[in-house]
């Protein structure tokens, strides 16, 4: 669509600064030469404070990476790894894969789905339940929190605190948007969505046994794909793809039509590592 924003990444958004910032984290918002970047410092045992970049510096980033000004660990979006070693970093961890799904007209977005999505799709229309959708309200204690709490220590996974999305809702008003699936009133399943800057996040999905059973969540995450599109929104990026311990999960957010976008690994700059990193051979990153 003519006049979309490029899509920002949510750890470099400003609504997640404001949101960060209601939760005392200590983020700071940085610019330099013609680039802007969002880092949050961290003390690492036995290195001291580190500045933490994710996904980030927006803009073309060379000179950034050539020149950190002190301790930086960055999880990269862009730069290649012969990049990075050129400019002194090194690697620490490999890289992640996350799912990012291109938004366009409903036809478009129907069309790109895989069969078995939009067959589960059909049925769950099919299912007689009710979606709502309204701006999540700025209560930690709220029930899509606490049951998003409960599904990741039941499943063991970690991701963002639930405490973020409402503070995310506090400090940017329309910004945390929430889709229930319900029958006679009960809420079956809910999802949340963080906007962003030409962007969405899916955030939260939590669906209980009869969610599960109509097929809840598709539903939910089909209509939140068609409001997104419908609000200019160039892309949906759906989280990581975890093929290993997930990958019914990773299915799932493919069978969208999601492109499978492998991010940049995570490195560190350090001035006494950084004539070593650029000997590093090719194998090691």
């Known amino acids: 669509m003519a006049g979309m924003t490029p899509p920002v990444p949510l750890q470099q ?23 802007r ?17 994710s996904r980030g510096p927006l803009g073309a980033a060379a000179d950034w990476l050539a020149a950190p000004g002190g301790l930086k660990v960055l999880n990269a979006d862009g730069p290649d790894p012969a990049t990075l070693r050129a400019a002194g970093w090194w690697p620490l961890l490999t890289p992640g ?58 499943r063991g996974y970690r991701g963002w605190p639930p405490r973020l999305a409402a503070a995310y809702a506090a400090a940017t008003p329309g910004g945390a948007q929430l889709f229930v699936a319900e029958r006679a009133g009960v809420p079956l399943a809910g999802l949340v969505l963080l906007v962003h800057e030409g962007s969405a996040t899916w955030q939260i999905g939590v669906s209980g046994p009869e969610g599960r059973q109509a097929g809840a969540m598709p539903l939910l995450l089909w209509r939140a794909m068609l409001w997104a599109a419908a609000r200019g929104l160039a892309q949906l990026d759906l989280g990581t793809l975890n093929t290993d311990d997930a990958p019914g999960l990773a299915r799932f957010k493919l069978g969208t039509g999601a492109r499978a976008h492998r991010l940049g690994g995570t490195w560190l700059h350090a001035g006494a590592l950084a004539p070593l990193a650029r000997r590093l051979p090719r194998a090691w990153t």
């Not at 958004?13 to 680039?35: C, I, N």
């Not at 970047?37 to 970049?53: H, K, Q, S």
């Open 13 to 35: 958004s400003r609504a997640f600064v404001r949101a960060a910032r209601r939760l005392a984290w200590p983020v700071h918002e940085r610019a330099a030469a013609g680039l």
């Open 37 to 53: 970047w969002v880092e949050t410092r961290r003390t690492l045992p036995g290195m001291g404070a580190v500045a933490l970049v």
């Open 97 to 154: 894969t996350v799912a990012l799904l291109p938004l366009g007209d409903a036809d478009s977005l129907r069309a790109g789905l895989s069969g078995k999505w939009r067959n589960r799709l059909a049925r769950a229309e099919e299912a007689g339940m009710r979606v709502t959708r309204r701006p999540l309200p700025p209560d930690p204690d709220h029930w899509v929190l606490a049951a998003e709490a409960r599904q990741a220590r039941a």
